[in-house]
């Protein structure tokens, strides 16, 4: 069975610090990963997905996440955090061929000033 | 280009009664996906909906469907309600189902089973 996840509840650092959220998955086959972003009262805001390629991926907002295969870990990354950037995040892997998602349980980022 | 859409976006029901989500995806989008959102269980696949067919499901009771019109709008109802059902719930549309279109998700549709 696929898996996905994200074993810090919660991430704390101080504003312009790098930051990191991190994510680990199973899969059968090749993983397609995506990263979300949910802000209070409101759905989920795409980041970025890993589905080929370099194992390097930019996503939005200053975001973004190394895939490495041989640790099964997908983690999101930001040099320079902002107190904007204060949020849960999500990660999730998509079910083969279908439009299912299966998400991590959400990493909650607090960014101090 | 306008996001997905969902009505309404609160809704207090009563414990026995029905109700049913609205959700309109983006243009062009022929996928549509339900999730249900819980402190508890977190987020949670409900179905896919694809060219008005229901292509994928979760592990919902019966009481939980849904439908896509011919314009790929979708609804979701739920029957019987109960108050484990209170949730947010969101519906996601992609350009089509599987990889490697990534889903994007409307603001949700906040539940209240009293």
């Known amino acids: 069975a696929q898996s996905v996840a994200q074993p810090e509840d919660q991430v704390n650092v101080a504003e312009g610090n790098p930051l990191t959220v991190k994510c680990t998955y199973s899969v059968s086959g090749n993983p397609y990963l995506f990263w979300y972003v949910q802000y209070p009262n409101r759905g989920l805001q795409f980041l970025l997905k890993y589905i080929t390629g370099d194992n390097l991926v930019k996503g939005s907002y200053g975001f973004e996440a190394e895939f490495n295969k041989s640790q099964t870990s997908f983690h999101l990354k930001k040099p320079s955090a902002l107190v904007s950037d204060s949020a849960l995040y999500f990660c999730?892997?998509?079910?083969?061929?279908?439009?299912?998602?299966?998400f991590g349980q959400g990493t909650t980022l607090q960014v101090k000033p | 280009k306008a996001g997905v859409t969902q009505t309404p976006r609160y809704l207090i029901k009563t414990r026995g009664q029905q109700v049913t989500l609205s959700c309109s995806p983006i243009?062009?989008?022929?996928?549509v996906s339900w999730y249900q959102q819980t402190p508890g269980q977190g987020l949670q696949f409900l179905f896919e909906y694809f060219s008005e067919t229901q292509r994928n499901k979760g592990n919902f009771p019966g009481r939980f469907s849904g439908r896509q019109f011919s314009n790929s709008r979708s609804e979701m109802n739920v029957s019987t309600l109960e108050l484990g059902d209170s949730a947010l719930y969101l519906c996601?549309?992609?350009?089509?189902?599987?990889?490697?279109?990534?889903?994007?998700f409307g603001p949700g549709t906040r539940l209240t089973v009293t």
């Open positions: 243009s062009g989008h022929r996928s």
């Open positions: 996601a549309s992609s350009y089509t189902t599987g990889n490697p279109y990534e889903q994007y």
């Open positions: 999730a892997v998509r079910v083969s061929n279908t439009g299912k998602l299966i």
